[in-house]
DNA sequence: CTCTTATTGCAATTAAGTTGCAAAAGTAAA
DNA sequence: TTTACTTTTGCAACTTAATTGCAATAAGAG
């Protein structure tokens, strides 16, 4: 695995996504992001970072990649699994902290899954 | 919702579907049916038959839009919900006959749920 | 400081998915 | 089957997420 630096963009990444405190596409990454850095460097922090474990991805809804960082998330730890939930309505979108029993399927090996809940959140409802 | 004719398209696309017997991904259908029809029309297609209920889809961990046709689907239970695997290897993909149980999330209204293993299958395990 | 390696910006490119519009095909009623 | 109307299709152009090549810059080790 190459090395990654902490470099001033790395850190200003970061420093986006704990400010949030949810998950956010990459579109709105980069677009958070458009006075710091070119959009090609965020698409390849966020691969790094993800490498190293200190982010998590997955295909939101929409068909965009969404990243996380949650408590969890780390290089040993990196085949974690929890569901993430997305508002229909406001598209937030956050990490659930829940276990999810992956069901058994005969003679093949699951490496990883994904769950992914969509539905309204709670102002939303209101 | 608009009703949905049953064209000389849209039998060949359930054809190729059925024949598959497994999910395909939006490109490879519109590969496979390259000679026979637009991809235009592919797309404009396994929307209306999503909408009627007789395919289901889902996101591939490749970030493309997958359709399945499966014995559930019907226009009644659409909300119906069961996992998909994908290997990683063969990129083979199917639907697997498992109830899912949605965990509960306090305050939110969940809609939909979707459940995405990924992994190696029998043949490529071998 | 100097050498080496990793990172970044920029422009161009790839590829998935969408849209507008005119032509073609299907449906129903006379 | 002719006519009138609606849905579907093909085509080209477009939008946009994501990737790539390359030169310039920044970081780290000695």
Redesign the pocket.
Known sequence: M?????????HTLLEVMKQAGEAL???DLVNRLDQ??????V???L??LEDEGLLHSFQGKD???WYAQCQDCSTEHHTDMHPHFQCVQCGKTTCLPLEVTIPKVPNVKIQSASLLLTGLCEECLT
Chains 1, 2 share one sequence.
Do not use: F, P
């Open positions: 190459a090395i990654v630096r902490k470099t001033k963009s790395v596409s990459v579109v710091e850095m070119n959009k090609t460097t698409y390849r922090i691969d790094r068909g965009l990649k």
